[in-house]
C-alpha cells in the first residue's frame, strides 16, 4: 500500500515541487537490517518540509504509525527544522475512499498520544511488530489539507 500512496502523493503534489528523499525500496536489499532512524526516513522533501507517505485501506485504520517508525520520524522532524524547515508533515492516502489528508507534526503527535491513552499499543499477530492504532475519521477532522484523487 506504500507504494501504491507515494504514487497519489506524486500526482497530486499537494505541497508544490516535490524530491524524492527516502529509498524506494531496491531489490535484493533487506531494509529490515538498517537502522530504524535510517530505515523509516521520510519518503519526500519539499521547500518547506519532509513528507513521509503512508496508505489505508476498507478498515479506515492506519496501522503503518509502528512505534519505531513514530520514534525515527521525531528525530527526523527535529532535523528538519535544524535544516531550516517547517518539520515532517503526514501525507495518507486512503485507497477505499480515494481521499488523501496532510497532517502537521504536532497533530500526528496528538494523534499518537490519543491513541495510546485510548488503545494503548497494538501489536501485529504475523510479527509482534508494535504500532499505534489512528483512526481516519479522527485524521481527517485535525487535517490541515484533504482531497480526492481518482487516479
Same mark, same amino acid.
Given at each position: 500500500?506504500?507504494?501504491?500512496?507515494?504514487?497519489?502523493?506524486?500526482?497530486?503534489?499537494?505541497?508544490?515541487?516535490?524530491?524524492?528523499?527516502?529509498?524506494?525500496?531496491?531489490?535484493?536489499?533487506?531494509?529490515?537490517?538498517?537502522?530504524?532512524?535510517?530505515?523509516?526516513?521520510?519518503?519526500?522533501?519539499?521547500?518547506?518540509?519532509?513528507?513521509?507517505?503512508?496508505?489505508?485501506?476498507?478498515?479506515?485504520?492506519?496501522?503503518?504509525?509502528?512505534?519505531?517508525?513514530?520514534?525515527?520520524?521525531?528525530?527526523?522532524?527535529?532535523?528538519?527544522?535544524?535544516?531550516?524547515?517547517?518539520?515532517?508533515?503526514?501525507?495518507?492516502?486512503?485507497?477505499?475512499?480515494?481521499?488523501?489528508?496532510? $497532517?502537521? @507534526?504536532?497533530?500526528? /503527535? +496528538?494523534?499518537?498520544? #490519543?491513541?495510546?491513552?485510548?488503545? &494503548?499499543?497494538?501489536?501485529?499477530?504475523?510479527?509482534?511488530?508494535?504500532?499505534?492504532? $489512528?483512526? @481516519?475519521?479522527?485524521? /481527517? +477532522?485535525?487535517?490541515? #489539507?484533504?482531497?480526492?484523487?481518482? &487516479?
Amino acid at each position: 500500500m506504500g507504494d501504491t500512496a507515494e504514487n497519489v502523493y506524486e500526482a497530486v503534489a499537494p505541497l508544490g515541487n516535490t524530491c524524492r528523499f527516502g529509498f524506494r525500496r531496491p531489490k535484493g536489499v533487506k531494509f529490515s537490517t538498517f537502522p530504524p532512524k535510517l530505515r523509516h526516513q521520510p519518503d519526500f522533501v519539499t521547500a518547506s518540509y519532509m513528507v513521509e507517505v503512508m496508505g489505508l485501506g476498507r478498515d479506515g485504520i492506519l496501522k503503518s504509525m509502528k512505534e519505531s517508525k513514530y520514534e525515527a520520524l521525531k528525530v527526523w522532524n527535529k532535523f528538519a527544522i535544524a535544516l531550516g524547515l517547517m518539520g515532517v508533515i503526514l501525507f495518507v492516502w486512503n485507497s477505499s475512499k480515494k481521499q488523501f489528508i496532510t $497532517l502537521t @507534526w504536532d497533530d500526528i /503527535v +496528538a494523534e499518537v498520544n #490519543y491513541s495510546k491513552r485510548k488503545y &494503548g499499543i497494538q501489536a501485529f499477530e504475523n510479527d509482534g511488530n508494535t504500532y499505534y492504532r $489512528l483512526d @481516519w475519521e479522527r485524521l /481527517v +477532522a485535525k487535517a490541515a #489539507y484533504v482531497g480526492d484523487h481518482d &487516479g
